[in-house]
């Protein structure tokens, strides 16, 4: 076995990050010929492990550092201090290595040829990796199957849709059975029905092979079908770990009811914690905390009042975040 | 074995690619061909008053002419190969897809730059070729040798050329707009390759120098080749010697630029 031999974690530990930092050097012109040179610190001394077979939540705003770590997690970013491995490859040494075992998928970039049929990539991707006959064509019969490919094989991939592309991308990254899959954005820009069809196809990959998904995302859905356990980051740092029922009690986050009343009425006398932040004609917003269900205060709702219509708002991760730092000034 | 199979693949993946673009390559020959028809009667001018001017005559220095246009795309003598979609790559940070890969940066991009440049020889350099061989008087070799020699010679321009590009889009990582480069290179292309006149014209210290560049290997070399004007093994020598060098130092670039990468966007 070559997984993590040299473990500081014990078994299992299919992914080790430990202190990790990343530093980039920027410069920065301030006059005619003065540059002045400035550090960020886009990874500060990020720590965390992920065992084989888990699907993780990886998420924070734009710029948190995400995709930086997934840059180093396949080793062509290095990291400026700590410790990385996965399946027991340190990644920006033996990036080649480490390239048969792990899958990649960067929502907003192709691995796919432009101007040539789906299909080319695929038989590119055979020889690249050196997958035996036999296992390509299951693989690919699997993924063509499953993701719904049939039709676009011979289609050149300069005329797919956004959604197809992402599908055609997903089975790029798995033609050769990586152990670990990480997803930079997989849903980014999909519509409804093709973000179901990604999402049940990551959940039976997991499911069925065991394959160890780390997922970025700015769509908390994503997160809440998928993931067990969700990291956040940012600013470089990781500022939760756990399950995603966790962060909202961490980041005391609320969920919005929206209420559609016959007529105006004055605001909706609400069981606490639930209680109206806005009332607009007879259309009114009601918080309540995201752990609860929104049975009883909707039930309570439609018997007391003339209730037309009604829509639950998730709060997104943006405003889970900046509540979690509100928590933090005022403890 | 296995990696010879992989960059066959993308080498075949680079010459479907530009076989793709039907009407590209229509519009390619009739250039090609438009700019030969000038630059013939420019030379048939010069050579009118300069008889054996850089050692050829009038039918050389016209099959000169059309092995130029012949040349012109497949060894990127005016740039469009693989380089503005590897700069691109860099500036937008696709790059780092090309990174992750089992497979080395500069050897997937050379294969994919020969595939490109043996369609573009036959897409776009042979109609030229038998346009000018047949309404003007050409010299020809009658020894398949001879035309052996010759494509040996056109391969090894088309990987020094491929060499020169390479140092060019890797600037990218640090210019972050290579567009300058890129422009410089495509003027050097251009004159220093023979393109516009045979280096052999060319007198004293700066006919030496331009001969002596890697670029007359992308045009003068070969043709001198087929005109019987040089030695083969020894026009092998300075190309494959040109090759070697210009591998060597982008691989050394590579091995910086991707120490040093920052690869673009998020």
Redesign the interface.
């Known amino acids: 076995m070559d997984s993590a031999g040299d473990s500081a974690f014990g078994d299992g530990a299919f992914i080790e990050v430990d202190r990790v930092e990343k530093v980039?050097d920027v410069r920065r012109k301030t006059g005619f010929l003065k540059r002045e040179r400035r550090q960020v610190r886009a990874v500060d001394s990020i720590s965390f492990t992920v065992p084989r077979g888990e699907m993780v939540g990886y998420i924070g705003p734009?710029?948190a550092g995400?995709?930086t770590t997934i840059?180093m997690l396949?080793?062509?970013?290095?990291p400026s201090g700590g410790r990385l491995r996965v399946a027991g490859i340190d990644p920006s040494r033996e990036?080649?290595?480490l390239?048969?075992r792990?899958g990649?998928v960067?929502g907003?970039?192709?691995?796919l040829?432009w101007?040539?049929p789906l299909i080319?990539s695929y038989?590119?991707t055979h020889?690249?990796?050196?997958i035996p006959d036999a296992r390509y064509r299951a693989n690919l019969d699997r993924c063509v199957e499953l993701l719904e490919l049939g039709a676009l094989l011979d289609v050149?991939v300069r005329q797919l849709s956004l959604g197809q592309r992402m599908r055609g991308d997903i089975a790029a990254a798995l033609l050769h059975d990586p152990e670990v899959l990480y997803l930079d954005e997989p849903t980014i820009g999909l519509d409804v029905v093709s973000k179901a069809r990604v999402r049940a196809f990551l959940r039976d990959l997991n499911a069925e092979r065991g394959t160890t998904v780390l997922l970025t995302t700015h769509d908390l859905q994503d997160i809440e079908q998928l993931c067990s356990r969700v990291m956040v980051i940012d600013q470089g740092r990781l500022m939760y770990d756990g399950p995603l029922a966790g962060l909202h009690e961490a980041g005391e986050s609320e969920r919005t009811l929206v209420v559609d009343l016959e007529r105006e009425l004055p605001p909706i006398d609400a069981p606490a914690p639930a209680r109206v932040v806005r009332v607009e004609g007879p259309r009114q917003w009601l918080a309540f905390p995201a752990a609860q269900s929104a049975a009883p205060l909707v039930a309570r709702i439609a018997a007391e009042y003339p209730l037309v219509d009604l829509s639950v708002r998730e709060p997104d991760i943006e405003a889970v975040i900046a509540k979690m730092y509100e928590e933090r000034a005022t403890a | 074995m296995?990696a010879g199979?992989?960059y066959a693949?993308?080498a075949a993946?680079g010459f479907?690619?530009y076989a793709?673009?039907r009407a590209a390559t229509a519009a390619g020959v009739f250039a090609n061909t438009v700019f030969g028809l000038i630059l013939v009667h420019t030379y048939l001018a010069l050579w009118d008053e300069r008889p054996q001017l850089g050692g050829y005559d009038q039918a050389q220095a016209v099959t000169y002419v059309w092995l130029g246009q012949a040349l012109l795309a497949a060894a990127a003598i005016g740039g469009g190969g693989f380089e503005d979609e590897l700069m691109e790559r860099i500036r937008?940070?696709?790059v780092?897809?090309d990174?992750?890969?089992?497979?080395d940066l500069q050897l997937w991009w050379l294969a994919a730059d020969l595939g490109r440049a043996a369609f573009q020889l036959l897409g776009r350099g042979v109609v030229p070729f038998a346009f000018g061989a047949l309404f003007f008087d050409v010299e020809l070799p009658s020894r398949p040798g001879v035309w052996a020699a010759f494509l040996v010679a056109v391969v090894l321009g088309m990987v020094v050329s491929f060499g020169i590009r390479y140092l060019v889009a890797l600037s990218a990582f640090w210019l972050i707009d290579g567009t300058g480069v890129a422009q410089m290179a495509w003027l050097a292309g251009f004159f220093c390759s023979g393109m516009l006149l045979p280096l052999n014209v060319f007198p004293g210290g700066l006919g030496e120098a331009v001969r002596a560049l890697p670029w007359s290997s992308l045009l003068q070399a070969p043709a001198d080749v087929l005109l019987g004007k040089a030695d083969a093994l020894g026009t092998f020598a300075f190309q494959a010697a040109w090759a070697v060098a210009l591998l060597a130092a982008g691989r050394l670039v590579q091995s910086a630029a991707?120490?040093r990468?920052?690869?673009q966007?998020?």
Request: avoid cysteine; proline fraction near 3%; glycine fraction near 12%.
């Open positions: 980039f734009n710029g995400k995709s840059k396949t080793g062509i970013l290095t990036r080649s290595r390239a048969h792990i990649v960067f907003q970039r192709t691995t040829w101007d040539l080319d038989r590119l020889r690249m990796y050196r050149p | 296995g199979r992989l693949a993308v993946g479907r690619r793709t673009y937008t940070g696709d780092a897809i990174l992750y890969r089992p497979a991707t120490r990468v920052v690869v966007g998020g």
